[in-house]
Structures are given as C-alpha cells and as structure tokens.
C-alpha cells in the first residue's frame, strides 16, 4: 500500500484533466473576444467608407446600395450576420442636443405657457431633434449600424451570456455643399 501511495507515475495526466477544461474555455473566450474585435474593425472601416460615399451629391439617393456593401463587408467576417442601418440627420453640429427651451420658472422642463424653439419642424419639443434619413446638401448626418452575429465559440453559454454577440459603429459626416438650402427654426409656444 506504501508503495502505492508514494507512486507518482500518472499525475501529469490527473493533473492535465483539471487543467485542460479551464485553459480550453479560456482560449475559446479569447477566440470571442478577439473575433468581435476584428468583426468590429471591419464595421468601422466599412461605415467611415461608406460614409463618405453618402456626404457627396447623390449619395441620399444610393443609400440602399451603400448600406448593402456594409451589410455584404460584414458578412465576409460574421457570417449569419443581422445587420440595420440606420440615418438622422441635423441642420448643423451645434444642434445635436435637446431643443432649446426659454424655462420661465427655472425648472428645466418645458411647461405649458413656456415656449421652445422647433429645430426639426415638427411642432412637439424633442430631446433628440433629428430628423430621419441623410439629409440635404450641409445637413450633419448621423450614421448608425448595428450588427448581431452567433458568436463563434459556444462558451458563452456556460456563462448565462447571450449566444449572439452585438456591435455597433456610429459616425458623424457632414454632406457636400452641393445645393443651397434654408431652413429657419420656429419658436412654438405651448398653450
């Protein structure tokens, strides 16, 4: 029995089986986060291109087909991929925050008998005043893409982590001069 207990020969391979599981679930989520940080890179570079060929004239018009070469770079990477697309565009930069209010009582709310001035022209306050779509010719234009993808690696799950992984690129570009526009903000005052 002595003999037995002092023999080492085989621990390697008990050893090996604690070891083996833990280093395989920690290169499979390395596997993952490396794989979303190279489909992100390609969302990236695909949405600065194509966001480039959206600001000049004419490219409003081609959205669908711009949007279909992001949505076609991204499955080169994620196959599977769910991918929306998604346009708001404002008068300039400086607007791209809540529409002004004139806050009579100091509150920091809109309320009635309180007037805000309409940015987009749809006659209701907004903390967003975008309007949808590419916009017109100096129009900022807020591009967004979101794509879901299953993840390559089925670790995840042991986890609770959802099996499909979401990224996100946004960028901001400012269309061509290519026509003149005016555009005035109304004040709307609240009954």
């Known amino acids: 029995m002595r003999r037995l207990v002092r023999d080492a020969r085989g621990a390697t391979l008990l050893e090996f089986a604690f070891v083996a599981p833990v280093m395989v679930a920690m290169l499979m989520m390395l596997g993952d986060l490396l794989y979303r940080a190279y ?12 966001g480039r060929d959206s600001a000049i004239q004419g490219g409003g018009d081609e959205a669908g087909k711009i949007d279909a070469a992001v949505t076609s770079a991204v499955r080169e990477v994620a196959r599977g991929a769910t991918v929306t697309a998604q346009r708001s565009n404002y008068n300039s930069f400086s607007i791209m925050k809540p529409e002004v209010i004139d806050d009579k009582n100091g509150n920091g709310k809109l309320d009635s008998k309180e007037c805000f001035y309409d940015v987009n022209g749809n006659k209701a306050w907004d903390a ?4 949808q779509g590419q916009g017109a010719a100096n129009d900022v234009t807020q591009y967004t893409v979101t794509v879901t ?7 995840s799950g042991f986890f609770g982590a959802s099996p499909n992984q979401q990224i996100t690129a946004t960028t ?13 903000v109304e004040k709307v005052c609240l009954p």
């Open 128 to 131: 967003d005043p975008a309007r």
């Open 172 to 184: 901001l570009l400012k269309n061509q001069p290519y026509a003149r526009q005016i555009r005035t």
């Open 39 to 50: 489909a992100q890179v390609i969302l990236d570079g695909a949405i600065q291109k194509a």
């Open 149 to 155: 993808y299953p993840r390559p690696f089925p670790v």
